[in-house]
């Protein structure tokens, strides 16, 4: 796994809440905006950490190893979470002074749902959760695929619009999930967090649609929603992207409102 760690320049005596960023469908940890979280995050008791999901077609900075993402599944990517939690609860609790019960996971669109599903599995690796434009379902992904076609042919392809690559999806991503459609049921996993969850999402979302958002959202009675009535599936941000002072003034409503939530002392829950 690809990993990025930020670290405050000046560290107190306390161990450190460290906060996770969690790439969607088409996304790599040096997309658009996710390489210049660190500088709104990283404060002097927080970590910043930013993650490829080791299947997520990325070597370097952009999709180089399509065979890899033609093999990706849910199950792999929740493997992955579960062991960077399990690294930082051990070996960067002792090399980094990272705090092991204190970690908090952002997840942008499958991102989000896929925060969903290790914190239902894996509550003891998660303090709270945010969701940026998550889906309600990971079906949704692949429902303009002909399921036949796909499973006699094995293979089929996705336009990445930004790069027009043709990216493989091989059927054993689809196998996955409807081998453990109950346990990667988002609604129902929602229905069972005991974390504290915020859910943000665009109203102009035309990826995602915002119904979405309320569906999670209904789906957890503890859940806190944040809509942002301008924004759309990346909140107004391209690939490439130089700095935050580039992204619009709704881009913040999103940030504040995370930062604020995670700052936030934790209250049990009802």
Same mark, same amino acid.
């Given at each position: 796994m690809a990993v990025d760690l930020f670290l405050p320049e000046l560290e107190g005596s306390q161990k450190l809440t460290v906060n996770i960023y969690s790439h969607g469908f088409k996304g790599f940890k040096d997309w658009g905006f996710v390489p210049h979280l660190h500088e709104f995050f990283v404060s002097e008791d927080c970590a910043f950490i930013t993650y490829n999901y080791t299947h997520n077609g990325v070597r370097m900075l952009d999709f180089d190893e399509l065979y890899k993402f033609a093999e990706n599944t849910i199950t792999q990517e929740i493997r992955d979470m579960e062991s960077l939690a399990f690294w930082i609860a051990n070996e960067g609790s002792e090399?980094?002074?990272?705090?092991?019960?204190?970690?908090?996971?952002?997840?942008?669109?499958?991102?989000?749902?896929?925060?969903?599903?290790?914190?239902d599995l #894996?509550?003891?690796y998660c303090q709270k959760i945010v969701t940026w434009s998550a889906i309600n379902n990971y079906s949704s992904l692949f429902v303009n695929l002909d399921k036949e076609i796909w499973k006699t042919s094995n293979t089929l392809f996705i336009k990445n619009s930004r790069t027009n690559q043709e990216m493989p999806l091989n059927y054993s991503i689809w196998e996955d999930y409807i081998n453990n459609e109950t346990k990667y049921n988002l609604e129902l996993a929602a229905s069972r967090l005991t974390v504290p969850w915020l859910i943000v999402h665009g109203k102009l979302d035309e990826v995602v649609p915002f119904e979405h958002a309320l569906s999670l959202?209904?789906?957890c009675n503890h859940s806190v929603l944040i809509t942002v009535d301008e924004a759309n599936h990346t909140f107004g941000n391209k690939h490439p992207m130089l700095n935050l002072g580039l992204a619009?003034?709704? #881009?913040?409503?999103m940030m504040d409102n995370t930062r604020d939530f995670l700052d936030e002392e934790i209250e049990e829950l009802s």
């Open positions: 090399l980094y002074n990272l705090h092991p019960e204190k970690l908090n996971w952002i997840g942008h669109s499958r991102g989000g749902a896929n925060t969903i599903i290790f914190a #894996f509550p003891q959202y209904n789906a619009p003034e709704y #881009f913040w409503i």
